[in-house]
């Protein structure tokens, strides 16, 4: 998840872009660039690291004479990058703006070509120089190859040939004051100001300048000059679209019009989950993990896994075991990392080892995957950050691709580390020949049409959740139930509202509950139950019907269209429709938002829960 955003005006537009990217930098930040036209040329700057190491880098840019701000009159006409690297490493050639071997065109990109490679050997074929590692390069080259005096149709002949999910923004140093930009999936906005225009992945990259903006939509390609915004379809017909008035003050810009951090990346999941199987599900039934460090041999061999995490990722960890165990019929076992590093754990050589941190710094995680490494085994790291001391202490990295978060409680990084875990499963399926290859088409489609169906999830169960916790944000106890893959999701609703609100709740497994929580059951206590269709929705039913006979009031989240629910339970809350294995990417949401809502209502902060940070590097 990168941060781009382009000027056309009249005003120098070097510190524009900069203040543009200092607003996007939650995006990414391993590095950044900007490159602006001027004089016919194209002037341009990038650093490795965060933005200031950009400023320092335009300083002594200007220092050696550089064009990009001394110049008069200054550059009115540029785009830039902060970047979440994804394809190559974080160095200063694989830094985004990226240019043809004439140095005329620039783009700056957010998302992944999965074509590249074959784009690119096309390309160098045709003498096309390349200088960096990156997928995104291959599209200023694609578009020179096109250019012929218009730059927009260049862009839509260079659209028509690329795959993936990405937006991107290009200028041309021939064609000073205009950019054209064109959306695959990641967002794209454009600013409307008086007598200049802006390009950007989010609207506060330039909302101090202007509230008039434009969202371009999937498969759009947009013009900006000066005088304006022209939207028109891949095939050039022109599309009219009236811009919106943005209200919001500078907090509810940094939150992207949200009110608070957790629910804005609540409201990014979909893009979580779709940037982290982006480029690893290239065809229709393939996983293509090769940027993981693992022989293919050895994964064939596999005698078992261990997935050791803390807190939420345990809860994702969790519902990888089931997936690969179902898939890849190899023995999963999982611990909590604060566990397993004290409980002297017995590892073969043959095992490989996942250590499951977003942040990538979490104390009791690392120190059980280096006690792993110690005895023999391969370790990888499931992280969300990149250079992050799990990379450092693991044998091979698989990032989530989840941008990143502020809140202290996860929301998108869990569901991105899910569609990691399934992503492994799926490749040690396909390496062990577990799952027939018409199983792994189904899944593979499936996992790709997960963004889709959060999205559907999010916008259906808004309002029910709403009524669900204004009816019971005064409890003071909730009980949540949930049976096989359904366990790591009610785990991990309980924990988030334990986390925001500070209700105590306890999770069980559905089965579990008679040997002792039932106890705990009188009418006034919620029962929070996740009901997803699976092969054990019929057990769960009964364990509902339990719950009720207890004069308990139950809630269930449910499969959309499924029957079997009926009227088991007091309320219901609907999920979109996948394959039972993949239903906790979505089941998981209306107890997000059931969290957040109750929170809300009693008046808490959380952004910021008492007693929590967002990492645990402390043991
Ligand atoms: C989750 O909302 C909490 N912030 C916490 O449980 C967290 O998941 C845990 O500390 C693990 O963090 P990690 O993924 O960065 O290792």
């Not at 290239?282 to 005698?303: A, C, I, Q, T, W």
């Not at 020949?433 to 489609?445: H, I, K, M």
């Not at 239903?583 to 949401?589: H, N, S």
């Not at 009693?602 to 590097?617: H, I, M, S, Y």
Request: proline fraction near 4%; hydrophobic fraction near 40%; charge should be negative.
């Amino acid at each position: 998840m990168c941060g781009i955003v382009g000027y056309v005006g009249a005003r120098p537009c070097r510190d524009l872009l900069v203040a543009g990217l200092e607003k996007l930098e939650y995006r990414g930040y391993d590095s950044a660039g900007l490159s602006v036209i001027e004089d016919g040329r194209v002037e341009s700057v990038r650093a490795v690291g965060h933005l200031g190491n950009l400023r320092a880098a335009l300083e002594e840019h200007d220092s050696r004479g550089g064009r990009v701000a001394v110049a008069a009159p200054p550059a009115t006409t540029g785009v830039a990058h902060t970047r979440w690297a994804t394809h190559g490493r974080v160095t200063e050639e694989n830094a985004h703006p990226h240019s043809d071997s004439s140095d005329r065109v620039h783009i700056v990109l957010n998302g992944i070509v999965e074509n590249h490679a074959k784009l690119r050997r096309r390309l160098e074929a045709d003498g096309g120089v390349f200088s960096s590692e990156t997928d995104a390069e291959v599209v200023a080259h694609l578009i020179a190859s096109h250019y012929d005096g218009d730059l927009a149709a260049a862009v839509r002949a260079a659209f028509a040939k690329l795959r993936g999910h990405y937006a991107f923004v290009a200028m041309h140093a021939d064609q000073p004051g205009v950019l054209v930009g064109a959306r695959k999936e990641c967002p794209l906005v454009a600013g409307i100001g008086e007598g200049e225009s802006f390009l950007a992945s989010a609207i506060p990259a330039f909302l101090a300048e202007t509230s008039e903006v434009v969202t371009i939509e999937n498969d759009e390609i947009v013009t900006i000059d000066a005088s304006g915004v022209r939207i028109a379809d891949s095939e050039g017909d022109p599309v009219e679209r009236e811009p919106e008035t943005i209200d919001w003050d500078s907090d509810a810009a940094e939150k992207g019009g949200y009110e608070t951090f957790m629910l804005k990346e609540i409201h990014e999941q979909a893009d979580a989950v779709a940037e982290t199987i982006a480029g690893r599900l290239p065809g229709d039934e393939g996983v293509d993990l090769s940027e993981v460090d693992l022989e293919d041999d050895y994964l064939r061999g596999l005698k078992r896994v261990v997935i050791v995490a803390c807190g939420t990722s345990y809860h994702a960890g969790l519902v990888g075991r089931y997936a690969i165990e179902e898939w890849a019929r190899v023995p999963v076992e999982m611990d909590v990392a604060s566990e397993y590093r004290y409980r002297n754990p017995v590892v073969d050589p043959g095992d490989l080892v996942i250590g499951l941190t977003q942040s990538g710094e979490t104390a009791d995680t690392l120190a059980a995957m280096r006690l792993a490494r110690e005895k023999g085994a391969r370790v990888l790291a499931i992280t969300n950050l990149m250079g992050s001391q799990a990379t450092r202490d693991a044998d091979a990295v698989l990032y989530t691709r989840a941008g990143l978060e502020v809140s202290v409680a996860a929301t998108k990084t869990f569901v991105a580390q899910i569609a990691a875990m399934y992503l492994v499963g799926l490749r040690l399926a396909e390496l062990r020949g577990t799952l027939g290859t018409e199983r792994l088409t189904e899944l593979v489609g499936e996992l790709k049409q997960m963004p889709s169906k959060i999205e559907e999830t999010l916008a259906g169960c808004e309002d029910r959740v709403r009524e669900v916790a204004e009816a019971h944000h005064d409890q003071k106890f909730f009980l949540y139930l949930g049976r096989h893959i359904g366990l790591p999701v009610c785990l991990e609703g309980a924990l988030k509202l334990k986390e925001v609100s500070y209700i105590p709740t306890d999770a069980y497994a559905a089965g579990e509950m008679k040997h002792g929580p039932i106890a705990l059951l009188d009418e006034s206590t919620p029962v929070v139950c996740v009901a997803t269709d699976s092969p054990v929705l019929s057990k769960v039913l009964s364990n509902v019907e339990e719950v009720r006979a207890r004069g308990a009031e139950t809630i269930a989240i449910v499969t959309e269209g499924s029957g079997a629910v009926g009227d088991v339970a007091e309320q219901t809350i609907e999920v979109a429709r996948s394959d039972w294995l993949l239903q906790p990417i979505v089941a998981i949401l209306p107890l997000q938002l059931l969290a957040y809502d109750i929170a809300r209502r009693l008046g808490l902060n959380v952004d910021q829960p008492r007693n929590l940070a967002k990492t645990v590097t402390v043991e």
